[in-house]
Protein backbone atom coordinates (compact mmCIF):
# COMPACT_ATOMS: atom_id res chain seq x y z
CA UNK A 1 0.00 0.00 0.00
CA UNK A 2 2.33 2.60 1.02
CA UNK A 3 4.60 1.78 -2.02
CA UNK A 4 1.70 2.14 -4.38
CA UNK A 5 0.78 5.43 -2.72
CA UNK A 6 4.22 6.72 -2.73
CA UNK A 7 4.65 6.15 -6.69
CA UNK A 8 1.50 7.77 -6.77
CA UNK A 9 2.38 10.71 -5.25
CA UNK A 10 6.01 10.80 -7.43
CA UNK A 11 3.78 10.88 -10.21
CA UNK A 12 1.70 13.85 -9.18
CA UNK A 13 4.84 15.75 -8.86
CA UNK A 14 6.05 14.97 -12.15
CA UNK A 15 2.93 15.47 -14.14
CA UNK A 16 2.44 19.45 -13.50
CA UNK A 17 4.79 22.22 -14.61
CA UNK A 18 5.11 23.85 -11.75
CA UNK A 19 7.27 21.56 -10.16
CA UNK A 20 9.91 21.72 -13.09
CA UNK A 21 9.52 25.31 -12.99
CA UNK A 22 10.03 25.19 -9.08
CA UNK A 23 13.12 23.18 -9.57
CA UNK A 24 14.47 25.21 -12.39
CA UNK A 25 14.43 28.33 -10.53
CA UNK A 26 16.04 26.67 -7.70
CA UNK A 27 18.82 25.29 -10.32
CA UNK A 28 19.24 28.63 -11.40
CA UNK A 29 21.48 28.49 -8.54
CA UNK A 30 24.01 26.74 -10.57
CA UNK A 31 24.51 29.98 -13.22
CA UNK A 32 24.11 32.67 -10.38
CA UNK A 33 26.87 30.72 -8.95
CA UNK A 34 29.22 30.37 -11.98
CA UNK A 35 28.47 34.35 -12.85
CA UNK A 36 29.56 34.95 -9.06
CA UNK A 37 32.37 33.55 -9.45
CA UNK A 38 33.19 34.93 -12.40
CA UNK A 39 32.88 38.32 -11.18
CA UNK A 40 34.61 38.09 -8.02
CA UNK A 41 37.42 35.81 -10.36
CA UNK A 42 37.95 39.14 -12.86
CA UNK A 43 38.73 41.27 -9.31
CA UNK A 44 40.86 39.04 -7.68
CA UNK A 45 42.55 39.43 -11.29
CA UNK A 46 43.29 42.98 -10.65
CA UNK A 47 43.97 42.66 -6.95
CA UNK A 48 45.84 39.51 -6.01
CA UNK A 49 43.43 38.03 -3.91
CA UNK A 50 40.07 38.45 -2.63
CA UNK A 51 37.28 37.46 0.28
CA UNK A 52 34.37 36.41 -1.09
CA UNK A 53 30.69 34.53 -0.12
CA UNK A 54 30.70 30.87 -0.98
CA UNK A 55 28.45 31.05 -4.20
CA UNK A 56 26.44 27.76 -2.62
CA UNK A 57 26.37 29.72 0.56
CA UNK A 58 25.18 32.86 -0.52
CA UNK A 59 22.46 31.80 -2.79
CA UNK A 60 21.28 29.09 -0.77
CA UNK A 61 18.31 31.04 0.28
CA UNK A 62 16.77 31.04 -3.67
CA UNK A 63 17.41 27.16 -3.43
CA UNK A 64 15.70 26.85 0.09
CA UNK A 65 12.69 29.39 -0.94
CA UNK A 66 11.80 27.29 -4.56
CA UNK A 67 11.76 24.36 -2.97
CA UNK A 68 9.96 25.01 -0.20
CA UNK A 69 7.52 26.64 -2.79
CA UNK A 70 7.58 22.61 -4.06
CA UNK A 71 6.78 21.54 -0.04
CA UNK A 72 3.83 23.72 0.08
CA UNK A 73 2.36 23.20 -3.60
CA UNK A 74 2.34 19.59 -2.99
CA UNK A 75 -0.61 19.87 -0.54
CA UNK A 76 -1.97 23.41 -1.13
CA UNK A 77 -2.93 22.41 -4.87
CA UNK A 78 -5.08 20.03 -3.89
CA UNK A 79 -6.48 21.88 -0.63
CA UNK A 80 -7.33 24.50 -2.86
CA UNK A 81 -8.82 22.69 -5.90
CA UNK A 82 -10.61 19.63 -3.81
CA UNK A 83 -8.31 17.21 -5.51
CA UNK A 84 -7.60 16.18 -1.83
CA UNK A 85 -11.16 14.50 -1.77
CA UNK A 86 -10.28 12.68 -4.80
CA UNK A 87 -7.03 11.38 -3.65
CA UNK A 88 -8.85 10.42 -0.44
CA UNK A 89 -11.44 8.27 -1.88
CA UNK A 90 -8.76 6.19 -3.04
CA UNK A 91 -6.56 6.22 -0.31
CA UNK A 92 -8.65 6.44 2.65
CA UNK A 93 -5.82 5.98 5.47
CA UNK A 94 -5.09 9.48 5.67
CA UNK A 95 -1.81 8.57 7.49
CA UNK A 96 -0.63 6.54 4.51
CA UNK A 97 -1.24 9.64 2.08
CA UNK A 98 0.10 12.12 4.27
CA UNK A 99 3.52 10.19 4.88
CA UNK A 100 3.79 9.32 1.17
CA UNK A 101 3.16 12.81 0.92
CA UNK A 102 5.85 14.02 3.13
CA UNK A 103 8.42 10.88 1.54
CA UNK A 104 8.31 12.05 -1.87
CA UNK A 105 9.02 16.14 -1.31
CA UNK A 106 11.63 15.13 1.41
CA UNK A 107 13.37 12.91 -0.91
CA UNK A 108 12.76 14.75 -3.92
CA UNK A 109 14.24 18.20 -2.39
CA UNK A 110 17.13 16.62 -0.40
CA UNK A 111 17.94 14.97 -4.06
CA UNK A 112 17.36 17.96 -5.95
CA UNK A 113 19.31 20.54 -3.23
CA UNK A 114 22.59 17.77 -2.81
CA UNK A 115 22.55 17.86 -6.52
CA UNK A 116 22.26 21.71 -7.09
CA UNK A 117 24.60 22.28 -4.03
CA UNK A 118 27.20 20.02 -5.38
CA UNK A 119 26.76 21.05 -9.31
CA UNK A 120 27.06 24.66 -8.15
CA UNK A 121 30.40 24.15 -5.95
CA UNK A 122 32.19 22.05 -8.44
CA UNK A 123 31.52 24.76 -11.70
CA UNK A 124 32.53 27.69 -9.15
CA UNK A 125 35.61 25.74 -8.14
CA UNK A 126 36.21 25.24 -11.77
CA UNK A 127 35.69 28.56 -12.75
CA UNK A 128 37.86 29.62 -9.67
CA UNK A 129 40.82 27.93 -10.58
CA UNK A 130 43.48 28.41 -8.54
CA UNK A 131 43.15 32.26 -7.89
CA UNK A 132 42.46 33.16 -4.27
CA UNK A 133 38.75 33.91 -3.65
CA UNK A 134 38.54 33.32 -0.25
CA UNK A 135 36.00 30.32 0.02
CA UNK A 136 38.09 28.22 -2.54
CA UNK A 137 40.79 27.22 -0.63
CA UNK A 138 39.20 24.26 1.37
CA UNK A 139 39.21 20.88 0.35
CA UNK A 140 35.38 19.07 -0.69
CA UNK A 141 35.97 16.78 2.34
CA UNK A 142 36.30 19.77 4.75
CA UNK A 143 33.20 21.34 2.69
CA UNK A 144 30.83 18.70 2.63
CA UNK A 145 29.52 18.75 6.07
CA UNK A 146 28.42 22.29 5.18
CA UNK A 147 27.32 20.94 1.45
CA UNK A 148 24.79 18.32 3.30
CA UNK A 149 23.36 20.45 6.08
CA UNK A 150 22.77 22.72 3.24
CA UNK A 151 20.85 20.40 1.52
CA UNK A 152 19.25 19.22 4.72
CA UNK A 153 18.23 22.54 5.89
CA UNK A 154 16.48 23.08 2.26
CA UNK A 155 14.43 19.68 3.10
CA UNK A 156 13.46 21.02 6.17
CA UNK A 157 12.04 24.23 4.94
CA UNK A 158 9.87 21.72 1.80
CA UNK A 159 8.58 19.39 4.88
CA UNK A 160 7.74 22.88 7.08
CA UNK A 161 6.06 24.28 3.84
CA UNK A 162 3.96 21.11 3.58
CA UNK A 163 3.07 21.06 7.41
CA UNK A 164 2.51 25.15 7.10
CA UNK A 165 0.46 24.63 3.71
CA UNK A 166 -1.68 22.25 4.97
CA UNK A 167 -2.25 23.57 8.43
CA UNK A 168 -3.23 27.05 6.69
CA UNK A 169 -4.67 25.41 3.53
CA UNK A 170 -3.73 28.10 1.57
CA UNK A 171 -0.76 28.56 -0.74
CA UNK A 172 -0.25 32.25 0.44
CA UNK A 173 -0.24 31.08 4.19
CA UNK A 174 2.10 28.28 3.64
CA UNK A 175 4.82 30.74 1.92
CA UNK A 176 4.43 33.81 3.76
CA UNK A 177 4.81 31.75 7.14
CA UNK A 178 8.31 29.71 5.22
CA UNK A 179 9.25 33.20 4.61
CA UNK A 180 8.92 34.42 7.63
CA UNK A 181 10.80 31.19 9.22
CA UNK A 182 13.98 31.99 6.35
CA UNK A 183 13.94 35.73 6.76
CA UNK A 184 11.70 37.90 8.83
CA UNK A 185 12.10 36.13 12.20
CA UNK A 186 16.21 35.60 11.68
CA UNK A 187 16.10 39.41 10.81
CA UNK A 188 14.25 40.70 13.71
CA UNK A 189 16.79 38.13 15.78
CA UNK A 190 19.81 40.03 14.40
CA UNK A 191 18.13 43.28 15.46
CA UNK A 192 17.81 41.94 19.17
CA UNK A 193 20.41 43.68 22.21
CA UNK A 194 23.59 41.76 23.07
CA UNK A 195 23.72 38.64 23.95
CA UNK A 196 20.06 38.02 23.13
CA UNK A 197 20.45 38.65 19.15
CA UNK A 198 22.73 35.53 19.54
CA UNK A 199 21.21 33.59 21.72
CA UNK A 200 17.69 33.59 19.86
CA UNK A 201 19.57 33.62 16.51
CA UNK A 202 21.29 30.48 17.12
CA UNK A 203 18.04 28.45 16.84
CA UNK A 204 16.51 30.73 13.52
CA UNK A 205 16.16 28.11 10.73
CA UNK A 206 18.97 29.15 8.25
CA UNK A 207 21.37 29.87 10.84
CA UNK A 208 21.67 25.60 12.17
CA UNK A 209 23.22 25.06 9.00
CA UNK A 210 26.04 26.51 9.52
CA UNK A 211 25.83 25.73 13.71
CA UNK A 212 26.25 21.98 12.03
CA UNK A 213 29.33 22.37 10.34
CA UNK A 214 30.49 24.24 13.33
CA UNK A 215 31.14 27.87 11.92
CA UNK A 216 30.02 30.75 12.81
CA UNK A 217 26.73 32.76 12.41
CA UNK A 218 28.14 35.44 10.95
CA UNK A 219 30.33 38.12 11.85
CA UNK A 220 28.35 40.55 13.42
CA UNK A 221 26.50 36.83 15.51
CA UNK A 222 29.51 35.60 16.31
CA UNK A 223 29.89 31.63 16.97
CA UNK A 224 26.06 30.28 17.72
CA UNK A 225 25.23 28.45 20.61
CA UNK A 226 24.49 25.28 19.41
CA UNK A 227 27.08 22.57 18.91
CA UNK A 228 26.76 20.73 15.71
CA UNK A 229 24.75 17.88 17.29
CA UNK A 230 22.57 20.08 18.65
CA UNK A 231 21.88 22.41 15.71
CA UNK A 232 21.01 18.96 13.57
CA UNK A 233 18.46 17.88 16.16
CA UNK A 234 16.95 21.60 16.09
CA UNK A 235 16.69 21.53 12.49
CA UNK A 236 14.76 18.04 12.42
CA UNK A 237 12.59 19.36 15.13
CA UNK A 238 11.33 22.20 13.10
CA UNK A 239 10.05 19.64 10.40
CA UNK A 240 8.94 17.07 13.11
CA UNK A 241 6.80 19.98 14.94
CA UNK A 242 5.24 21.28 12.05
CA UNK A 243 4.57 17.96 10.38
CA UNK A 244 3.17 16.75 13.44
CA UNK A 245 0.92 19.52 14.02
CA UNK A 246 -0.34 19.27 10.38
CA UNK A 247 -0.59 15.67 10.16
CA UNK A 248 -2.52 16.16 13.04
CA UNK A 249 -5.44 18.47 11.78
CA UNK A 250 -5.20 16.37 8.07
CA UNK A 251 -6.35 13.36 10.16
CA UNK A 252 -8.84 15.37 12.43
CA UNK A 253 -10.82 17.55 9.79
CA UNK A 254 -13.34 17.18 7.24
CA UNK A 255 -11.63 16.91 4.04
CA UNK B 1 -44.44 7.06 4.41
CA UNK B 2 -44.14 4.04 1.51
CA UNK B 3 -41.85 1.52 1.94
CA UNK B 4 -40.40 -1.47 0.43
CA UNK B 5 -43.32 -4.42 -0.16
CA UNK B 6 -42.28 -6.33 -3.11
CA UNK B 7 -39.87 -9.46 -2.92
CA UNK B 8 -37.88 -10.86 -0.42
CA UNK B 9 -37.62 -8.23 2.34
CA UNK B 10 -35.78 -4.99 1.08
CA UNK B 11 -32.94 -7.96 0.34
CA UNK B 12 -30.88 -6.35 3.59
CA UNK B 13 -29.22 -9.46 4.07
CA UNK B 14 -27.06 -8.31 0.27
CA UNK B 15 -26.92 -4.67 0.95
CA UNK B 16 -23.66 -3.27 0.38
CA UNK B 17 -23.88 -0.24 2.03
CA UNK B 18 -25.58 0.46 4.98
CA UNK B 19 -25.91 3.55 6.81
CA UNK B 20 -26.94 3.30 10.81
CA UNK B 21 -28.69 6.81 12.64
CA UNK B 22 -25.88 9.29 10.43
CA UNK B 23 -26.08 12.24 11.48
CA UNK B 24 -23.33 14.89 10.63
CA UNK B 25 -23.76 18.64 12.38
CA UNK B 26 -21.79 21.96 10.78
CA UNK B 27 -21.95 24.45 13.59
CA UNK B 28 -25.53 25.14 13.58
CA UNK B 29 -26.04 23.35 10.34
CA UNK B 30 -27.61 19.70 10.55
CA UNK B 31 -26.69 18.59 7.64
CA UNK B 32 -27.96 15.07 7.40
CA UNK B 33 -29.76 13.66 10.61
CA UNK B 34 -30.45 10.18 12.05
CA UNK B 35 -30.58 9.06 8.15
CA UNK B 36 -30.76 5.26 7.69
CA UNK B 37 -31.06 3.39 4.74
CA UNK B 38 -29.38 0.76 2.89
CA UNK B 39 -28.19 0.00 -0.86
CA UNK B 40 -28.73 -3.39 -2.47
CA UNK B 41 -26.97 -4.71 -5.70
CA UNK B 42 -28.18 -5.18 -9.08
CA UNK B 43 -29.82 -1.90 -9.42
CA UNK B 44 -29.42 1.79 -9.50
CA UNK B 45 -30.89 3.15 -6.44
CA UNK B 46 -32.04 7.04 -6.76
CA UNK B 47 -30.95 8.88 -3.40
CA UNK B 48 -32.87 12.15 -4.17
CA UNK B 49 -33.50 15.32 -2.21
CA UNK B 50 -33.96 19.17 -3.14
CA UNK B 51 -30.60 21.66 -2.72
CA UNK B 52 -29.26 21.15 0.63
CA UNK B 53 -31.06 18.20 1.49
CA UNK B 54 -27.81 16.57 2.44
CA UNK B 55 -26.84 14.15 -0.36
CA UNK B 56 -23.39 15.15 -1.31
CA UNK B 57 -22.77 15.27 2.72
CA UNK B 58 -24.23 11.63 3.01
CA UNK B 59 -21.65 10.62 0.55
CA UNK B 60 -18.71 12.32 1.71
CA UNK B 61 -19.39 10.95 5.24
CA UNK B 62 -19.54 7.10 3.53
CA UNK B 63 -16.69 7.46 1.70
CA UNK B 64 -14.86 8.72 5.21
CA UNK B 65 -14.30 11.95 3.82
CA UNK B 66 -16.24 13.87 6.88
CA UNK B 67 -16.45 12.09 10.55
CA UNK B 68 -20.20 11.43 11.07
CA UNK B 69 -21.53 13.19 14.47
CA UNK B 70 -22.70 9.82 15.24
CA UNK B 71 -23.59 7.12 13.70
CA UNK B 72 -22.33 4.88 11.10
CA UNK B 73 -21.85 4.17 7.46
CA UNK B 74 -20.46 0.38 6.58
CA UNK B 75 -19.38 -0.73 3.04
CA UNK B 76 -19.48 -4.38 2.14
CA UNK B 77 -20.15 -4.52 5.44
CA UNK B 78 -17.19 -2.36 6.69
CA UNK B 79 -16.53 1.38 7.03
CA UNK B 80 -14.71 2.42 4.39
CA UNK B 81 -11.75 3.98 5.47
CA UNK B 82 -10.64 -0.08 6.55
CA UNK B 83 -10.68 -0.96 3.06
CA UNK B 84 -7.28 -1.97 1.77
CA UNK B 85 -7.60 -1.23 -1.91
CA UNK B 86 -11.35 0.81 -2.02
CA UNK B 87 -11.07 1.63 -5.62
CA UNK B 88 -11.41 -2.42 -6.58
CA UNK B 89 -14.94 -2.26 -4.41
CA UNK B 90 -15.91 0.84 -4.77
CA UNK B 91 -15.90 3.59 -7.40
CA UNK B 92 -17.36 7.12 -6.51
CA UNK B 93 -17.62 10.65 -8.28
CA UNK B 94 -18.28 13.01 -5.92
CA UNK B 95 -17.01 16.45 -7.96
CA UNK B 96 -15.96 16.57 -10.94
CA UNK B 97 -14.09 19.73 -10.37
CA UNK B 98 -12.00 18.22 -7.58
CA UNK B 99 -8.99 17.83 -9.84
CA UNK B 100 -5.72 19.83 -10.52
CA UNK B 101 -5.88 21.66 -13.61
CA UNK B 102 -2.61 21.48 -14.65
CA UNK B 103 -2.50 17.79 -15.14
CA UNK B 104 -3.20 15.60 -18.31
CA UNK B 105 -6.28 13.44 -18.24
CA UNK B 106 -4.27 10.39 -18.69
CA UNK B 107 -1.64 11.38 -15.81
CA UNK B 108 -4.39 12.24 -13.38
CA UNK B 109 -5.78 9.09 -14.21
CA UNK B 110 -2.52 7.16 -13.38
CA UNK B 111 -2.05 8.71 -10.14
CA UNK B 112 -5.50 7.47 -8.80
CA UNK B 113 -4.57 4.00 -10.45
CA UNK B 114 -1.20 3.92 -9.12
CA UNK B 115 -2.16 3.94 -5.30
CA UNK B 116 -4.46 0.93 -5.88
CA UNK B 117 -1.82 -1.14 -8.03
CA UNK B 118 -3.47 -0.40 -11.01
CA UNK B 119 -1.55 -0.54 -14.29
CA UNK B 120 -1.51 2.18 -17.32
CA UNK B 121 -3.57 0.13 -19.60
CA UNK B 122 -6.58 0.19 -17.69
CA UNK B 123 -6.45 3.72 -17.61
CA UNK B 124 -6.29 3.67 -21.42
CA UNK B 125 -9.21 1.35 -21.51
CA UNK B 126 -11.56 3.89 -19.25
CA UNK B 127 -10.32 6.86 -21.12
CA UNK B 128 -11.68 5.07 -24.27
CA UNK B 129 -14.67 3.74 -22.58
CA UNK B 130 -15.92 7.13 -21.32
CA UNK B 131 -14.73 9.08 -25.07
CA UNK B 132 -11.78 10.97 -23.52
CA UNK B 133 -9.03 8.29 -25.44
CA UNK B 134 -8.43 11.84 -27.91
CA UNK B 135 -8.00 14.25 -25.13
CA UNK B 136 -6.22 11.92 -22.80
CA UNK B 137 -3.07 14.33 -22.86
CA UNK B 138 -4.94 17.23 -22.61
CA UNK B 139 -4.46 19.42 -19.35
CA UNK B 140 -7.96 19.31 -17.32
CA UNK B 141 -7.74 22.58 -16.71
CA UNK B 142 -8.59 22.74 -20.03
CA UNK B 143 -12.04 20.90 -19.92
CA UNK B 144 -15.71 21.00 -19.77
CA UNK B 145 -18.15 20.40 -17.07
CA UNK B 146 -18.97 17.76 -19.26
CA UNK B 147 -15.68 16.69 -20.14
CA UNK B 148 -14.62 16.70 -16.15
CA UNK B 149 -17.66 14.96 -15.39
CA UNK B 150 -16.29 12.15 -17.66
CA UNK B 151 -13.31 11.80 -16.35
CA UNK B 152 -14.68 11.42 -12.59
CA UNK B 153 -16.83 8.81 -14.22
CA UNK B 154 -13.68 6.92 -15.25
CA UNK B 155 -11.60 8.02 -12.21
CA UNK B 156 -14.92 5.91 -10.55
CA UNK B 157 -14.41 2.83 -13.20
CA UNK B 158 -10.66 2.38 -12.93
CA UNK B 159 -10.59 -0.36 -10.23
CA UNK B 160 -13.55 -2.18 -12.05
CA UNK B 161 -15.74 -1.69 -8.92
CA UNK B 162 -18.88 -3.49 -7.72
CA UNK B 163 -20.27 -0.15 -5.81
CA UNK B 164 -20.60 3.18 -8.07
CA UNK B 165 -21.25 6.24 -6.02
CA UNK B 166 -21.96 9.40 -8.75
CA UNK B 167 -23.37 12.79 -7.12
CA UNK B 168 -25.44 14.92 -9.44
CA UNK B 169 -23.22 13.31 -12.45
CA UNK B 170 -25.26 14.83 -15.19
CA UNK B 171 -25.49 18.22 -13.92
CA UNK B 172 -23.90 20.59 -16.52
CA UNK B 173 -23.94 18.00 -19.58
CA UNK B 174 -25.37 18.50 -22.92
CA UNK B 175 -28.19 15.99 -23.81
CA UNK B 176 -26.14 13.84 -25.83
CA UNK B 177 -23.87 13.47 -22.23
CA UNK B 178 -26.84 12.96 -20.41
CA UNK B 179 -28.19 9.93 -22.34
CA UNK B 180 -24.82 8.85 -22.11
CA UNK B 181 -24.47 8.84 -18.44
CA UNK B 182 -28.06 7.20 -18.55
CA UNK B 183 -27.32 4.25 -20.46
CA UNK B 184 -23.82 4.06 -18.54
CA UNK B 185 -25.39 4.00 -15.47
CA UNK B 186 -27.87 1.31 -16.98
CA UNK B 187 -25.25 -0.99 -18.24
CA UNK B 188 -23.42 -1.02 -14.46
CA UNK B 189 -26.16 -2.21 -12.83
CA UNK B 190 -27.47 -4.48 -15.49
CA UNK B 191 -23.90 -5.79 -14.90
CA UNK B 192 -24.71 -6.78 -11.62
CA UNK B 193 -22.79 -3.78 -9.58
CA UNK B 194 -24.55 -1.57 -6.88
CA UNK B 195 -25.20 2.27 -7.87
CA UNK B 196 -26.44 4.74 -5.89
CA UNK B 197 -27.13 8.09 -7.66
CA UNK B 198 -28.02 11.11 -6.42
CA UNK B 199 -29.96 13.85 -7.95
CA UNK B 200 -32.35 17.14 -7.41
CA UNK B 201 -34.56 16.25 -10.04
CA UNK B 202 -36.78 13.42 -10.14
CA UNK B 203 -37.01 12.74 -14.27
CA UNK B 204 -33.09 11.85 -14.24
CA UNK B 205 -34.41 9.11 -11.96
CA UNK B 206 -37.56 8.02 -13.55
CA UNK B 207 -35.30 6.59 -16.54
CA UNK B 208 -32.38 5.12 -14.95
CA UNK B 209 -33.51 4.11 -11.11
CA UNK B 210 -35.29 0.75 -9.81
CA UNK B 211 -35.56 2.34 -5.87
CA UNK B 212 -35.17 5.73 -4.86
CA UNK B 213 -34.40 7.01 -1.27
CA UNK B 214 -36.18 10.51 -0.77
CA UNK B 215 -34.18 12.69 1.81
CA UNK B 216 -35.28 16.52 2.95
CA UNK B 217 -33.88 18.40 5.11
CA UNK B 218 -31.07 15.56 6.02
CA UNK B 219 -33.85 13.17 6.87
CA UNK B 220 -35.13 10.30 5.24
CA UNK B 221 -38.52 11.26 3.88
CA UNK B 222 -39.37 7.79 1.95
CA UNK B 223 -37.74 4.65 0.44
CA UNK B 224 -39.74 2.98 -2.17
CA UNK B 225 -39.14 1.31 -5.53
CA UNK B 226 -40.21 3.25 -8.57
CA UNK B 227 -43.24 0.92 -9.41
CA UNK B 228 -44.58 1.88 -5.93
CA UNK B 229 -44.52 5.05 -6.09
CA UNK B 230 -46.18 5.51 -9.65
CA UNK B 231 -48.60 2.93 -8.28
CA UNK B 232 -49.46 5.64 -5.35
CA UNK B 233 -48.60 9.34 -6.69
CA UNK B 234 -49.58 8.24 -10.59
CA UNK B 235 -46.53 9.98 -11.48
CA UNK B 236 -43.12 10.21 -9.99
CA UNK B 237 -42.98 14.20 -10.69
CA UNK B 238 -46.31 14.18 -8.56
CA UNK B 239 -45.02 11.89 -6.01
CA UNK B 240 -41.55 13.91 -5.43
CA UNK B 241 -43.21 17.35 -5.00
CA UNK B 242 -45.93 15.99 -2.50
CA UNK B 243 -43.34 13.82 -0.50
CA UNK B 244 -40.89 16.49 -0.43
CA UNK B 245 -43.27 19.96 0.03
CA UNK B 246 -42.10 20.77 3.53
CA UNK B 247 -38.39 19.82 3.02
CA UNK B 248 -37.61 22.49 -0.45
CA UNK B 249 -34.80 24.89 1.30
CA UNK B 250 -33.52 27.74 -1.03
CA UNK B 251 -29.36 27.16 -1.57
CA UNK B 252 -27.13 26.20 -4.16
CA UNK B 253 -25.92 22.28 -3.55
CA UNK B 254 -22.35 21.39 -3.21
N1 LIG C 1 -18.52 21.59 4.75
C1 LIG C 1 -19.67 22.15 5.17
N2 LIG C 1 -19.67 23.12 6.11
C2 LIG C 1 -20.82 23.68 6.52
N3 LIG C 1 -22.03 23.37 6.04
C3 LIG C 1 -22.11 22.43 5.09
C4 LIG C 1 -20.93 21.77 4.59
N4 LIG C 1 -21.32 20.89 3.65
C5 LIG C 1 -22.64 20.97 3.57
N5 LIG C 1 -23.14 21.89 4.43
C6 LIG C 1 -24.55 22.23 4.63
O1 LIG C 1 -25.24 21.02 4.84
C7 LIG C 1 -26.47 21.01 4.15
C8 LIG C 1 -26.51 19.84 3.20
O2 LIG C 1 -25.65 20.10 2.11
P1 LIG C 1 -25.35 19.05 0.96
O3 LIG C 1 -24.97 17.76 1.57
O4 LIG C 1 -24.37 19.67 0.05
O5 LIG C 1 -26.76 18.92 0.25
P2 LIG C 1 -27.12 18.39 -1.22
O6 LIG C 1 -25.93 17.69 -1.76
O7 LIG C 1 -28.28 17.49 -1.00
O8 LIG C 1 -27.51 19.57 -2.03
C9 LIG C 1 -26.60 22.37 3.48
O9 LIG C 1 -27.35 23.19 4.32
C10 LIG C 1 -25.18 22.85 3.40
O10 LIG C 1 -25.13 24.24 3.43
MG1 LIG D 1 -24.90 18.09 -3.51
Given at each position: ??????????????????????????????????????????????????????????????????????????????????????????????????????????????????????????????????????FNQSSLAADLPMLLASG???????????????????????????????????????????????????????????????????????????????????????????????????????? | ??????????????????????????????????????????????FLGPNGAGKSTTMRLIL???????????????????????????????????????????????????????????????????????????????????????????????????????????????????????????????????????????????????????????????????????????????????????????????
Open positions: MMRAVVASELLKLRSVTTTYRAIGVAALMVVLGAVWTFYVGTMADERGSIRAAAPEQGFLPLLQTSLALLGVLAITSELATGMVRTSLVVVPRRGVLFAAKAGVVGAVTFGGAVTILLTTYATSRLIAGDRLLGLSVTVLALVGLGLGCATRSTAAGIVSVVSLLFVLPGIATYLPPPWNTRVASFMLPNLVPQIAGDQLSRRLGDGLLPPWAALATLIFYAAVTLGAAFYLFKRRDA | MVRCAEGPPCRIFFSVIELHHLTKRYGDTLAVHDLSFSVAPGHVTGGLDAPTSGKALVNGRPYMSLARPMREVGALLDANAVHGGRSAYNHLLCLARTNDIGPRRVAQVLEQVGLAGVARKRVGGFSLGMKQRLGIAAALLGDPRVLMFDEPVNGLDPDGVRWIRDLMCSLAAEGRTVLLSSHLMSEMALTAERIVIVGRGRLIAEATVAELISRYHTLEDAYMALTAGSVQFGVSS
